[in-house]
């Protein structure tokens, strides 16, 4: 399952505690569903140091998912990422996280499990992400780079 593929690589990168929301279909199309779910799971929870989600961008589903998850967690950070250069191509990060060799190939192998499930995706070829990483590291004067948008930083 894309949970299991994303607990395991997340667990590569030492990336632990993440809350995973299975949204079903018609959330989408009712944004009061998917606020319900949030909300319980938040309501449950103490709080989190940092929230991230995707930009909102052209796809509709990652805009409601932007709205949803800043009207959920009103009190933590919030920090976003672009999911792909197609759907968000004036993404411009104001947060760059410097890489390392050890981190760029940490990532393109995490991200192997999604490509082989997502095979027609071209935004997952381990090429075009490390061109990615390239390009972020370029304009924050690195030689590798991941760029975030920092909505809201809370102390």
């Known amino acids: 399952s894309i949970k299991h593929i994303a607990q395991q690589n997340l667990s590569e990168l030492g990336i632990q505690n993440v809350f995973f929301n299975a949204f079903k279909p018609s959330y989408m199309l009712n944004p009061q569903s998917m606020w319900i779910a949030l909300d319980e799971h938040a309501h449950y929870e103490k709080s989190y140091d940092i929230v991230f989600s995707q930009e909102p961008d052209d796809h509709q589903d990652h805009a409601l998912l932007y709205q949803t998850t800043k009207r959920v967690f009103k ?3 919030l920090i976003t990422y672009s999911a792909s250069p197609l759907s968000c191509p004036s ?3 104001n947060y760059f996280e410097t890489l390392d060799k050890d981190n760029v190939s940490a990532k393109t192998n995490a991200l192997k499990g999604y490509s082989e499930v997502y095979k027609d995706k071209l935004y997952l070829d381990k090429d075009l992400i490390r061109a990615r990483m390239l390009v972020d590291g370029a304009v924050s004067f690195n030689k590798y780079a991941e760029g ?4 809201r930083l809370t102390c």
Do not use: N, Q, T, V
């Open 148 to 151: 975030f948008s920092i909505k």
């Open 91 to 93: 993404f411009l990060p």
């Open 75 to 77: 009190k933590e950070s």
